[in-house]
């Protein structure tokens, strides 16, 4: 079973607009992380968030954590074609182990 | 320094054949994680290794498993494919055993295809 969902499920927008993704999850967590995914490709780790943070920048992306509402959000700012792609936010719980549990991902097209 | 590998990249069955999957973590990393990514499921998890010990498994039949080596390289065997095993199966490497502060690095996958 998924542990996020992902809102919205799929995103149009032109270059240079910025971009907001949600995702929300079920269970406590330990930190949630963000991937992308360019069609049918691998996932590229994005940013990592830790459950006692609640915002972090890397570049163009923004993340924000709320986890008394057990969500989270994706910003990118300042979009490029190149950015077309699928986002998925993936839950890590609590004790030694690697499993994540990803959303349903939001598909992002970005018009030039 | 190279990322996951995954060989093959591409693989066509037929249903009740068998196929085993290869993962090449990043070198020094000592967990791999395994998922399974379809259109109607998405993502999802299907086991993880570290130092050669399963820690963890997903909601998948006995017809999937896996195993790490002592040089960290995994593989996953799927028995007796069915149309639906059809899918990416994606490797996941990080270094420690604790993700959380550990980033999972992703390989490319392989495409399976069940005829």
């Known amino acids: 079973s998924q542990q996020g969902e992902e809102d919205p499920q799929a995103l149009s927008i032109q270059e240079g607009e910025n971009a907001t993704m949600n995702c929300s999850y079920k269970?406590?967590?330990?930190?949630l992380q963000w991937y992308r995914q360019n069609s049918g490709r691998g996932l590229v780790h994005l940013i990592l968030?830790?459950?006692?943070?609640r915002e972090k920048h890397s570049g163009r992306l923004r993340v924000t954590l709320d986890t008394s509402k057990k969500s989270s959000s994706l910003l990118i700012t300042a979009s490029r074609a190149a950015d077309t792609a699928s986002y998925f936010c993936a839950a890590l719980g609590g004790g030694a182990t690697n499993k994540l549990i990803f959303g349903t991902g939001t598909l992002l097209a970005v018009q030039p | 320094k190279a990322g996951v590998t995954q060989t093959p990249r591409y693989l066509i069955k037929t249903r009740g054949q068998q196929v085993t999957l290869s993962c090449s973590p990043i070198?020094?990393?000592?967990?791999v994680s395994w998922y399974q990514q379809t259109p109607g499921q998405g993502l999802q998890f299907l086991f993880e290794y570290f130092s050669e010990t399963q820690r963890n498994k997903g909601n998948f039949p006995g017809r999937f498993s896996g195993r790490q080596f002592s040089n960290s390289r995994s593989e996953m065997n799927v028995s007796t494919l069915e149309l639906g095993d059809s899918a990416l199966y994606l490797c996941a490497s990080s270094w420690g055993d604790k993700a959380s502060t550990d980033t999972q690095y992703f390989g490319p996958g392989t495409r399976l295809t069940v005829l």
């Open positions: 269970t406590s967590i330990n930190n």
């Open positions: 070198s020094g990393h000592r967990s």
């Open positions: 968030i830790r459950s006692n943070e």
